[in-house]
């Protein structure tokens, strides 16, 4: 059975596009407004998309449940695996002992809680972007900050803010090297491309993290801190995605900015210090015994993300297996591409060259250096996978829905109501990144959705494809907040305390902050597009 998607079922580009997008309102509603619990929200997200996908766009229900299908068996493998495994990394230091350790450790930097979320959220958050990317930075920077005493809220937000400059260069470039697959454009000037409009960014969202955390007034005492770290960070960013490619940006780019923050407050403190704890530095010993999770964790998924070596595992562990009515059995057709073809659908079982695995790994190994038992570590193991069942079951379905909007067509309803905006479309080319990453959770499958789109809609209105291609997955970065996924790791690596929040309001605590920034990437995307053109590479 084959099936070709219809973008206007209705026959009218705006009710289609209104219908179209009540799974989302949906899942946002019920999640924002009525505080329903996060896999209930998901389950009547995926409904709502089932039943529109079925009866408006005619798609066959067999395909639909496949969709979903395919879209749950992802939500657990790589998202939730990745997450399972950052997670067990951070119960590990924890039960250990070691985390107060690292605590104190941080806090020698500074004990003031804006410079903590500046090395954490943004510096430490974009280098494990830069190696692994999907939940893991969330996560992660998430955990450490509960453990430095931030509350469980305030974590989330900065946590899910921080993670937003550096997506578009995640997981060792995968947004933009599926780009330039999927367009046939040229993958050193996509990333050049990106990197001359996320550096604007960069270099704000410093201001704009400790702002969203103490406010205007409170961010101004430490501005100098925010323009070294963002200025640092976007310097490189400029300078290795113009001049090397998009592969080790994030991790370049995070390295230096990290350690320009830390000489910077060697010579340099704020007028007003909010200590947490005792800033004297822990022995050495003791801080290489905290450090050796992360790092092991670090330089494991590092090496799984170097290409070679990458290339080298998934030859000999991965194996794609076509999903059963579905490969191959959905037609996306003009103005989305070029020429009708057909959407390939895989379930790709790569468990033992996985970031996840990665981080499984060395979780166990670091465990073992210090002194845990294997038999504590499956205990530690274990209880990490019960305290996140009812979570990755969320994931799961948030991607089991956004499978269904990918496979009907009704997400590219919504970009090409966006399209069809004429001489305004630089300005909602970032929107349509935006809006897919808010759907789909990923950067990746953003460009994969519009990235055709992009590129044969500039061609119509002679633009350049490049430009916007690009702007896709730099706006795309501005939805990575608030998409399910994201509110969801975000909402997990933050629980477990009496006043941990629900994905609701962890997604009313970011959605302004996201929307606002995407708004700005449109400003920047038309500005160059119009009257900065020498930005634009040719």
Not at 79 to 99: C, D, H, K, P, R
Not at 150 to 168: M, S
Not at 369 to 384: A, D, E, F, H, N
Request: hydrophobic residues 55%; charged residues 10%.
């Amino acid at each position: 059975m084959t099936w070709s998607q219809n973008y206007d079922p209705l026959g009218n580009l705006i009710f289609s596009s209104l219908v179209a997008a009540l799974p989302v309102l949906v899942l946002l509603g019920l999640l924002a407004f009525w505080h329903v619990r996060a896999h209930f929200a998901a389950l009547a997200g995926l409904v709502a998309a089932a039943l529109i996908a079925v009866f408006v766009y005619h798609m066959p229900a067999q395909l639909a449940g496949m969709a979903a299908v395919s879209g749950a068996v992802f939500g657990l493998f790589p998202i939730g695996w990745i997450v399972l495994n950052a997670m067990f990394v951070y119960n590990l230091s924890v039960e250990t002992n070691q985390f107060a350790v690292l605590q104190r450790q941080i806090a020698s930097v500074s004990g003031d809680r804006r410079i903590q979320a500046l090395m954490i959220a943004f510096c430490f958050g974009a280098f494990i972007e830069g190696a692994a990317g999907f939940g893991a930075p969330v996560a992660i920077t998430g955990a450490l900050m509960i453990g430095l005493g931030f509350k469980p809220l305030e974590a989330a937000k900065l946590a899910l803010i921080g993670n937003t400059a550096p997506v578009a260069f995640g997981s060792l470039g995968i947004p933009l090297t599926t780009m330039a697959d999927i367009t046939g454009l040229d993958l050193m000037k996509l990333s050049a491309m990106v990197g001359r409009q996320l550096p604007v960014f960069s270099l704000l969202v410093p201001f704009w993290l400790v702002a969203a955390q103490v406010g205007w007034r409170g961010m101004l005492t430490v501005w100098p801190a925010c323009f070294v770290t963002g200025a640092s960070f976007a310097v490189m960013q400029f300078l290795m995605s113009n001049y090397h490619g998009p592969w080790l940006v994030d991790i370049v780019s995070a390295v230096v900015a990290m350690a320009s923050l830390v000489f910077f407050m060697k010579v340099w403190k704020p007028k007003e210090d909010t200590d947490m704890v005792p800033t004297s530095e822990p022995p050495t010993a003791q801080a290489w015994k905290a450090w050796l999770p992360w790092v092991f964790l670090t330089l494991f998924v590092f090496v799984w993300g170097i290409p070679a070596v990458k290339t080298e595992l998934n030859a000999i562990f991965n194996r794609e297996i076509e999903v059963p009515m579905l490969h191959k059995a959905v037609e996306r057709v003009p103005p989305v591409v070029v020429h009708a073809e057909m959407e390939k659908a895989v379930f790709k079982l790569n468990l033992l060259s996985s970031a996840g695995t990665s981080a499984m790994l060395a979780g166990m190994l670091a465990g073992l250096c210090l002194g845990v038992s294997p038999l504590r570590l499956l205990g530690i193991y274990g209880r990490t996978i019960w305290k996140l069942r009812v979570s990755l079951l969320t994931i799961s379905l948030m991607l089991a829905m956004g499978y269904v909007t990918r496979y009907s067509g009704t997400d590219t309803t919504m970009g090409l109501m966006m399209a069809s905006t004429g001489m305004l479309f630089p300005f909602f080319s970032p929107i349509i990144g935006w809006l897919g990453v808010a759907l789909t959770g990923s950067d990746t499958s953003s460009n994969v959705l519009f990235g055709n789109l992009q590129q044969v809609t500039a061609n119509q209105l002679n633009l350049s494809p490049i430009h916007m291609a690009a702007s896709n997955s730099s706006g795309g970065v501005m939805g990575k907040m608030i998409d399910a996924q994201s509110i969801v790791v975000a909402a997990v690596a933050t629980g477990g305390r009496p006043d941990s929040p629900d994905a609701g309001t962890v997604l009313r605590s970011v959605f302004w902050h996201s929307v606002a920034l995407a708004l700005l990437m449109g400003m920047l995307v038309m500005a160059q597009a119009y009257w900065l053109p020498w930005m634009v590479v040719k």
